[in-house]
Antibody, heavy 121, light 106 residues
Framework: QVQLVQSGAEVKKPGASVKVSCKAS????????IHWVRQAPGQRLEWMGW????????EYSQEFQGRVTITRDTSASTAYMELSSLRSEDTAVYYC??????????????WGQGTLVIVSS | DIQMTQSPSTLSASVGDRVTITCRAS??????LAWYQQKPGKAPKLLIY???RLETGVPSRFSGSGSGTEFTLTISSLQPDDFATYYC????????FGQGTKVEIK
């Protein structure tokens, strides 16, 4: 069965970076794009960007441009999201999601369990 | 950027009620719209994609309609498991979510 398993919770200081992993199983990793979405406490979902797992291309939301980097390790069927210059407003649960339609940017059908990132001095 | 606005923000309803949630886009997104259900502490669950297509395994009491800038999610007969927050998402240009609609028990 399709599963996305994310890395554990992180506590970071303002100005630091965080890297969250998302390990895929149950399907061919390079046949489906991966999206990253975050949700601050009590807030709406925010789309951060997506990764073409086949060739490694990415597109990022303007909101996070310059601070976010999405990468992958195809040998490990794992995608990564790194967010830099952290501030308190980046405290949120970060999700990865597999694109329902393959290597395109549409919507997520399978989601990771979420990774809580707390930014605090 | 395309902005998504849902209404209402909160909806109080009873089991068996017909419930409708509206999502408006700041510009036309054709039918590139999805709906999700989210429960506290859980990841979103895909219900509807391409405005009206029911995801596999989702009960038929859920339906979606609309195109262009105005869309609706309808639950024909609300069940106890349906009390949750619902989000729309456009994927016409990059992606963006609405602010959510919480469906609570009346």
């Amino acid at each position: 069965q399709v599963q996305l398993v994310q890395s554990g919770a992180e506590v970071k200081k303002p100005g630091a970076s965080v890297k969250v992993s998302c390990k895929a199983s149950g399907y061919t990793f390079t046949n489906y794009a991966i999206h990253w979405v975050r949700q601050a406490p009590g807030q709406r979902l925010e789309w951060m960007g997506w990764l073409n797992t086949g060739i490694g291309n990415t597109e990022y939301s303007q909101e996070f441009q310059g601070r976010v980097t999405i990468t992958r390790d195809t040998s490990a069927s794992t995608a990564y999201m790194e967010l830099s210059s952290l501030r308190s407003e980046d405290t949120a649960v970060y999700y990865c999601a597999r694109d329902r339609h393959g290597i395109v940017a549409t919507m997520g059908d399978y989601w990771g369990q979420g990774t809580l990132v707390i930014v605090s001095s | 950027d395309i902005q998504m606005t849902q209404s209402p923000s909160t909806l109080s309803a009873s089991v068996g009620d017909r419930v409708t949630i509206t999502c408006r886009a700041s510009q036309s997104i054709s039918s590139w719209l999805a709906w999700y259900q989210q429960k506290p502490g859980k990841a979103p669950k895909l219900l509807i994609y391409k405005a009206s297509r029911l995801e596999t395994g989702v009960p038929s009491r859920f339906s979606g309609s609309g195109s262009g800038t105005e869309f609706t999610l309808t639950i024909s007969s609300l069940q106890p498991d349906d009390f949750a927050t619902y989000y729309c998402q456009q994927y016409n240009s990059y992606s963006a979510f609405g602010q959510g609609t919480k469906v609570e028990i009346k």
